[in-house]
């Protein structure tokens, strides 16, 4: 076992703190590496309050992990020492079931393993990426094409294959309208994405604030959800709207914006239940469906791609002292659009 610094939550009301962590040995098919950089997705947010009721603490939060391979157990084929390599949002699955073995690992049917805040096969609780080191087999690692910084790597590895895997799933390209609703970390990638796969793309955001940034982000077009008028503009205007926003919505509202057989595709994760009217689904033959990160090997394809099109994220990189007011930030979404926390500090 090793030791390594972390930030962790210690409760749900207190603010995080530095402390250490172990990892465990290295095994013959783990790879361990040194984390550079380590993303602040929304979701870590929702966990450490316990806005899911599931948080174990202490919880050493973080699945947007980039860094560099430090050590490589006796039968890794996949990697060497030196290698840029990089850890999304789950870190293990049961490998047998029908989704792990059509690379859908996240659905597996025994539950995939998650990089903090669950339980690994070992018996022990995964620790997340606000760290300076971490050990993970090797099947659930992904690799980082040169052309990708590592601090821009990142956040591709949750915020960048959750819009990617729907966008791809829901076959978006040139015909297609997409709208992306919510502006923040997951919806920045979604505008990259759907632009850079060559769909017509428009933002539904709160207000006009970040206009300037979603069009020069790749939005056709910009709306402010705070005018009514939107709504009644935009009815019957988009085949697959990607919501991403972190709190309840008016559902009927947006299921109304979606043409005939339409899918609104749930991402965000709000603490409460939202109503969707029968009628907003019915009227249009509207689908209201969801979608959690994306697989192994599709997110290695989503990195590939973001390194062939010159996708990268929007960041600001932080050191690990200002995690707490970055939490603050996301929670006014006063984030452009991602922060990343700098883990220099925390290596040994
Ligand atoms: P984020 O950076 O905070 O972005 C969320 C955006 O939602 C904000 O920037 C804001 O955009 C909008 N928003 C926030 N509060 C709102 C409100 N009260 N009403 C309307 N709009 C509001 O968060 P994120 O990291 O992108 O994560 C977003 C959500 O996705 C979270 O719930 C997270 O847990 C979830 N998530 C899901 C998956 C998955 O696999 N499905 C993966 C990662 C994260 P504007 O300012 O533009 O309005
Ligand atoms: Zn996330
Ligand atoms: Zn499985």
Known sequence: MSTVTAYAAPSATEPLTRTTIARRDVGPRDVAFDIHFCGICHSDIHTV????????????????????????????????????????????????????????????AKGMVGTYNAVGRDGEPTQGGYSGAIVVDENYVLRIPD????EAA????????????????WDAGPDTRVAVVGLGG?????VKLAHAMGAHVTVLSQSLKKMEDGLRLGADEYYATSDPETFSKLTGSFDLILN????????????????????????????NPMAVPAGALVFGRRRLAGSLMG???????????????????????????YINEAYERVLA???????VIDAASLRS
């Open 49 to 108: 309050r316990d806005e899911w009721g599931r948080a174990r603490y202490p919880v050493v939060p973080g699945h947007e992990i980039a860094g560099v391979v430090t050590e490589v157990g006796a039968e890794v084929t996949k990697y060497r020492v030196g290698d840029r390599v990089g850890v999304g949002c789950f870190v293990d699955s049961c490998r047998e079931c029908a989704q792990c073995r059509a690379g859908d690992e996240q659905y597996c």
């Open 186 to 190: 997951l919806g920045h990638m979604g």
């Open 295 to 321: 697989g192994i090997a599709e997110t290695q394809e989503m990195l590939d791609f973001c390194a062939e099109h010159g996708v990268q994220p929007e960041i600001e990189v932080i050191a690990p002292e």
């Open 244 to 271: 991403t926003v972190s709190a309840n919505l008016d559902m009927g509202s947006y299921l109304g914006l979606l043409a005939l057989d339409g899918t609104l595709v749930e991402l965000g994760m709000p603490e």
């Open 147 to 150: 052309s990708l910084p590592l």
């Open 154 to 169: 990142a956040p591709l590895l949750c915020a960048g294959i959750t819009l990617y895997s729907p966008l791809r799933h």
């Open 333 to 339: 979404s006063d984030v452009r659009y991602r922060f």
